[in-house]
T-cell receptor
Framework: GENVEQHPSTLSVQEGDSAVIKCTYS??????FPWYKQELGKRPQLIID?????GEKKDQRIAVTLNKTAKHFSLHITETQPEDSAVYFC?????????FGTGTRLQVFP | GAGVSQSPSNKVTEKGKDVELRCDPI?????LYWYRQSLGQGLEFLIY????????KSGLPSDRFSAERTGGSVSTLTIQRTQQEDSAVYLC????????????FGPGTRLLVL
């Protein structure tokens, strides 16, 4: 079955720096790749997603890139702020459900 | 509009008791998912309902876990003879369609088995 690997498991950056989280997937049938942000004690919320017909998508300080050949996709956060501190999950959809990565705990220090 | 709601928000039970967790999806969403999240861990898929199709139960960890969805809307996750290792946050999500649609999560039910 599909396996989604996510790295790193923890990431600490200084406010204003960039943060990059990477995911790889195994099933080439996957065609939808969302990213969710989960703040402490709250529910996961979608922050950005990308479909297999594009290679990059950007929304203000957040961007996602997709390399279908290599089967990996990445989340890029620029000009990080303390409120970006959270756990981020990537996911892929080999079938009719999402398979989530194990999460990255991002800490942004002021 | 109203988002996904879950009840109760917290549940404390004794080992061996049965519990029922409820999920009200967003109106019109045909897909409904249950996940389990242990403390500091990721999202473990449990079960998936899509319209009138047979549910995908491949993630249920044991036969003590079951779920149903009545009338294509409200879903109930039942855990029988609870064990301490069942303690976790149980999250429900719904989406307009299948795996290529955005999933919207509920606030979760925090279950503690003593």
């Amino acid at each position: 079955g599909e396996n989604v690997e996510q790295h790193p498991s923890t990431l600490s950056v200084q406010e204003g720096d960039s943060a990059v989280i990477k995911c790889t997937y195994s099933d080439s049938a996957s065609n939808y790749f969302p990213w969710y942000k989960q703040e402490l004690g709250k529910r996961p919320q979608l922050i950005i997603d990308i479909r297999s017909n594009v290679g990059e998508k950007k929304d203000q300080r957040i961007a996602v890139t997709l390399n279908k050949t290599a089967k990996h996709f990445s989340l890029h956060i620029t000009e990080t702020q303390p409120e970006d501190s959270a756990v981020y999950f990537c996911a892929a959809n080999p079938t009719d459900k999402l398979i989530f990565g194990t999460g990255t705990r991002l800490q942004v220090f002021p | 509009g109203a988002g996904v709601s879950q009840s109760p928000s917290n549940k404390v039970t004794e080992k061996g008791k049965d519990v029922e967790l409820r999920c009200d999806p967003i109106s019109g969403h045909t897909a409904l998912y249950w996940y389990r999240q242990s403390l500091g861990q990721g999202l473990e898929f449990l079960i998936y309902f899509q319209g009138n199709s047979a549910p995908d139960k491949s993630g249920l960890p044991s036969d003590r876990f079951s779920a149903e969805r009545t009338g294509g809307s409200v879903s109930t996750l039942t855990i029988q003879r609870t064990q301490q290792e069942d303690s976790a946050v149980y999250l429900c999500a719904s989406s307009l369609g299948g795996g290529f649609e955005t999933q919207y999560f509920g606030p979760g039910t925090r279950l503690l088995v003593l």
